[in-house]
């Protein structure tokens, strides 16, 4: 059996769990030098240059494992930072306020790789000039985040079935409550779009990371029906060359589109 395919192996893939653990190996091998340093008669007093230790011991750690290189100084600032917000002495409360409303906002994108930021209009218009006018769609946004692209399309084609798809639960009841406010037709579903069968849609849409799309493409590639869109702003996939690319606002970001 190989434990790398089994959960535990899915967690260890996870950069921020990978982040996690070097940290605690560097606060660990950090001690053991403090106490090395202070038994040859260099204590280290400051804790926030022993704190900047364990940063130094974690960056170098997650460079020599090969994380990618913007790991590196989160890695080294992340404990001073510690001691920073520490020595400001800030109620309590505001940081399990922050962190309830980071974990609602960006649940699992420790292991998805794929945080929320929105596209915005011209990429909305651009999604609705490619349906076509006189035929009823299925569309699907897979990880709608706040709803914006399945709201447009749901006020724009009455004739569609519009949805969205969302694991995180804050922008997944915000775009619920606009749906409801707007008595949009746009649905939304709370989930993970790769329990989805694609088959269902005429097109699917996805504004994800570079980290999702070999997946995508090979769940979209063997579940979309023959001539149906599979479309991805900004995000191409390595080695599949697109049928379409449209770009929404001059010098941004391209949308690409592959026909099944
Ligand atoms: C970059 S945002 C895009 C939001 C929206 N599609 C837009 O265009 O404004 C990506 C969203 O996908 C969600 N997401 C990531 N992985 C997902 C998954 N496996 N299933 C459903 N949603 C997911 C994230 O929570 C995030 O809100």
């Known amino acids: 059996m190989n434990p790398a395919a089994g959960p535990l192996g899915r967690l260890w893939r996870a950069p921020a769990v990978r982040a996690l653990a070097y940290q605690c190996i560097a606060f660990f ?16 007093q400051s804790p926030l240059a022993a704190a900047f230790l364990q940063g130094a011991l974690a960056a170098g750690l997650s460079g020599w494992r090969r994380m990618a290189p913007w790991w590196l100084p989160i890695q080294l600032l992340f404990a ?6 520490q020595a400001l002495q800030l109620p309590p409360l505001l940081f399990l306020g922050l962190f309830l409303f980071l974990l609602l906002l960006y649940w699992s994108s420790f292991r998805t790789q794929v945080p929320y930021y929105p596209s915005t209009r011209p990429v909305w218009q651009a999604v609705a000039s490619l349906l076509p006018p ?5 569309f699907i946004d897979i990880g709608s985040g706040f709803g ?20 995180a639960p804050l922008p997944y009841w915000a775009s619920r409550l606009r749906a409801w406010l707007q008595r949009n037709r746009a649905r939304f579903v709370r989930g993970d779009y790769l329990d989805l ?4 849609y005429d097109v699917v849409f996805a504004y994800l990371s570079p980290a999702a799309m070999p997946g995508l493409w090979e769940k979209a590639h063997s579940e979309m029906r023959s001539g149906t869109l599979l479309l991805s702003f900004e995000f191409t996939v390595p080695g599949h060359v697109p049928d379409l690319e449209i770009m929404p606002r001059r010098d941004g970001a391209v949308l690409y589109g592959w026909r099944m």
Request: charged share 15%; glycine share 10%.
């Open 29 to 44: 091998a950090g001690i053991f030098m403090l106490a090395a340093f202070a038994s040859r008669g260099f204590p280290v």
């Open 80 to 85: 001073p930072a510690l001691v920073v917000m």
């Open 134 to 138: 006189d035929r009823p769609q299925h």
């Open 148 to 167: 914006g692209m399945a709201l447009h399309l749901g006020a724009l084609r009455p004739d569609c079935a519009i949805a969205g798809i969302e694991l």
């Open 197 to 200: 069968d694609f088959a269902s």
